[in-house]
């Protein structure tokens, strides 16, 4: 029987465990179930014979150590910055390994010696980054094959509530990591290319200079600029691309009303803030507003982001309870950032009977004996409850699949990676197409961002 260690039982797990799980007689696959809270191993388990649940350290090397060492393969599921621990163990004892998050610096300067050892650790096979990473080779290298050469590439994923779960004024709850939604397009300028022109986006910019996209059957959205688009002219061979942009996926207006939150200062995360602990919501956006004996915090924020009495900003700010003078931030030596997300953990997070979706928009341009086309291809997956959401599916099965076609042979190129080479992606995007993982595509014309064909700059 082959075992695979799962390292973390957070809520992505759900579908990745359960799907592992139904594959375990065909495949003879053991699961051990490695978490710091031994409890959430063993709701992952859910009592199945071939799963087992126990407590794992990652930082207590004889809590990990033999846990890896058993195992025939590791999947860590733990957040980004503590892969490291485990591949590093992975390599003294010889083992392959997976996981969803973005290849670290850290992790990147392994390569050579997983190379050496014959390993595979695959990494950013979740959904952004992963199933975006599929979808976009699959495209890019059949327009190459047949001789076409792309001129434009963007692309676009959101994490999103369902349309049937939209209940608020900012069409927005968090599906996944809150901080990571507060903390978005921070430590450094965006930077991407559009018709051969270098363009920069900083943080303070970022949430006024949206795209709008259209995805047939779901409407209208807008995307801002993700800080990385440049490093994927190597990663996809798009050197020669006039356009590269990838970015965030939100509904309308919602960029518009969350840089309310960056010219206050409120995202930030650089300082604590005193007395945070017994600071009220009222006095929190308080502290970022001027002095003055005379004027309520609701008209200094009024004055101060410019909101007219019937603009929808000011809606969206009641809406969050942001000037009630009772509630308690209620966290020691919170940084601006920490308080904000309690706040909108208050309203935004998912209810009971909430369901999320995934949205994903790829624009592919290219040019082929000497005529220029387009495709767009668009993705959405709607969760179905709060075990299975969206996000939990779109991650977890990716993982899955890479790692019994690792197990299996079937993926066998050495090296620190990514899913872009086609024995990867392939056979992926296929098995996730039976899993209702669908790409929709669309040929239409060919504007670029010189619709008119005038000299753009």
Known sequence: MREILIIGAGKSTSVLINYLLIQADSEDLFLRIGDLD???ARKACNNHEKCEAFELDVFNAESREPAIKKADIIISML??????EVAKDCLKFGKNMVTASYISDEMKALDEEVKSKGLVFMNEIGVDPGIDHMSAMQVIDRIRDKGGKMLLFESFTGGLVAPESDNNLWNYKFTWNPRNVVVAGQG???EFIQEGKYKYIPYHRLFRRTEFLEIEGHGRFEGYANRNSLKYQSIYGLENALTLYRGTIRKVGFSRAWNMFVQLGMTD???EMKNSEEMSYRDFINSFLPYSPSDSVEL??????????DDIMWDKLIELDLFNPNKKIGIKNATPA?????ILMDKWSLSHDDKDMIVMYHKFGYELNGDKFQIDSTMVSIGEDQSKTAMAKTVGLPVAMATIMILNGEIKTPGVQLPIRKEVYEPILSKLEEQGIIFKEKETEYLGYNPF?????
């Open 38 to 40: 031994i409890e959430n």
């Open 79 to 84: 957040p980004a910055r503590f892969h490291i």
């Open 188 to 190: 450094g300028v965006a």
């Open 269 to 271: 995360d650089s300082f």
């Open 300 to 309: 200094k924020v009024r004055h101060n982001l410019k909101i007219d009495q």
């Open 338 to 342: 920490q308080a904000l997300q309690k």
């Open 453 to 457: 064909g005038e000299v753009g700059n």
